[in-house]
């Protein structure tokens, strides 16, 4: 059974990469700025957080990208076949990044960011602050390729 659910942006990525690149990201600084069905008011508050987690769509990305199989991570033959919800490549099922990044600035509609792994132009769904209480509790496990994959992202 296929369930659906509408959605519509709340924000666009302004600035920062044009082109999906894989490492690096940290680096890049853009903008988030919000639908005009929302006002300032949205964003009351949120610059008292150093972190934010945005959820986006990669909409640049075709649908014939789109993977449900098993695949390397990257296409690196050194890395295990896993599946894609083993794994946080852009070629999901429904196309949703979600990325924690440093909040530099609140002004009117506007958010500064760095370290946001979306292009210029992307749809956001959801800008939500990072609280610490729901950061994992305990030790974190992944495997060797999940670590080695993440060496130069940020």
Known sequence: MTTLFPMAAIARVEGGRIAAE??????????????????????????????????????????????????????NPDWPMVGIFAQCGRNRPNRIGVSVCRLLSVAGTRLEVRGLDAIAGTPVLDIKPVLRGFLPRGEVREPAWAGAIMADYW
Request: proline content about 4%; glycine content about 8%; cysteine-free.
């Open 22 to 75: 894989d490492d690096k990201w940290d680096g890049e600084a853009a903008a988030i700025v919000l639908e005009s069905r929302f006002g300032p008011e949205a964003l009351l508050g949120l610059d008292a957080f150093s972190h934010v987690e945005i959820v986006f769509v990669f909409d640049q990305l075709a649908e014939t990208e789109i993977t449900l199989a098993a695949r390397r991570p990257r296409g």
